[in-house]
């Protein structure tokens, strides 16, 4: 209990180093860079002093984010937020159940190589895949699958909502954490029921859904927490980019405008949040990291 509250205080101490350097670093670091178009509607609008030369263009010459969306600051940065963790728990959620299921699947499967291996090799390549790409992709296919001669579409692929909007990102911010946890689960289970006291459970001739409920489970629970966490720390940092391809107007989007209209206020709200999450993955993910595993004998 004593380590995990340790390792649990890491993340205030984090957030608040890292907030402290923002602070004193981003309006330095734009100052030495001109503002650019970030998108349609989200542009410098000049409303500081002019600034001879080409260098330097202090944050404030433009007006900020709160001003282009017109919404208070907290509100749009806080409603920003929830967006974002929606995706997250989402996230979560399905890494939980789909990616505790495959990888259930290739441990039970562990004989057949076939099967077992078909199950590692996608979970692997999704690894390998930015959470962008496939972003990029579902975009591409659901237009080009769905597309009509009077311009349907199977899903939305650009805009934010709680319902039809919400598949394509879900699925694309989802799928580092699914693969991890299919993964981290597959190689725990295998490991488990390879050990001799599962040997003894069946010889004594218990089913096998009691044996996996009761002497696997628990075992590698540990293990699927762990992966959770260490997936969602990925999905975490494809989340601007995502975002930004979906419209979403979360806390990533956000962050990447703030950097194009030089909103210094706006940046650092966003990255502390965007490092909160991180550091609050990290700790889970560290927690959860079994300290004794059960070899096969």
């Not at 004193?24 to 542009?43: D, E, N």
């Not at 939980?96 to 077992?116: D, E, H, K, Q």
């Not at 703030?258 to 706006?266: E, I």
């Amino acid at each position: 209990m004593r380590a995990a509250a340790l390792r649990l205080a890491r993340v205030p101490v984090v957030v608040g180093v890292v907030a402290a350097i923002l602070i004193v670093g981003v309006p330095f670091a734009m100052s030495q860079y001109a503002p650019y178009p970030v998108r349609p509607g989200i542009t410098c609008v000049r409303v500081g002093p002019l600034v001879s030369g080409t260098l330097p263009f202090p944050p404030g010459m433009c007006l900020p984010l709160a001003s282009l969306y017109r919404r208070p600051f907290i509100d749009l940065f806080v409603e920003s937020t929830f967006r974002s963790l929606a995706l997250l728990v989402g996230a979560a959620v399905l890494a939980l159940v789909l990616g505790t299921l495959l990888g259930t699947m290739a441990g039970l499967w562990r004989r057949r190589v076939w099967a077992a291996g078909t199950v590692i090799g996608v979970t692997t390549l999704l690894t390998a895949v930015p959470a962008f790409f496939v972003a990029y992709f579902l975009q591409i296919a659901v237009i080009v699958i769905g597309a009509t001669p009077q311009g349907g579409s199977l899903l939305p692929v650009l805009g934010f909502g709680y319902d039809k909007h919400l598949v394509l990102p879900l699925l694309s911010i989802s799928v580092p954490a699914v693969a991890y946890t299919a993964q981290l689960t597959a190689t725990r289970m295998t490991e488990v029921l390879n050990a001799d006291f599962i040997t003894a459970a069946r010889a004594k001739g218990l089913p096998t859904l009691w044996i996996l409920r009761v002497h696997v489970l628990p075992h590698v629970r540990p293990v699927i927490f762990e992966a959770l966490g260490s997936g969602l720390r990925v999905s975490v940092a494809s989340l601007p980019i995502i975002e930004y391809l979906f419209l979403w107007r979360g806390i990533g989007q956000l962050a990447l405008e703030a950097v194009g209209v030089h909103d210094a206020a706006g940046l650092i709200f966003a990255a502390v949040a965007l490092v909160t999450f991180f550091a609050t993955l990290s700790a889970v993910a560290d927690i959860s990291r079994p300290r004794t595993l059960y070899r096969a004998a």
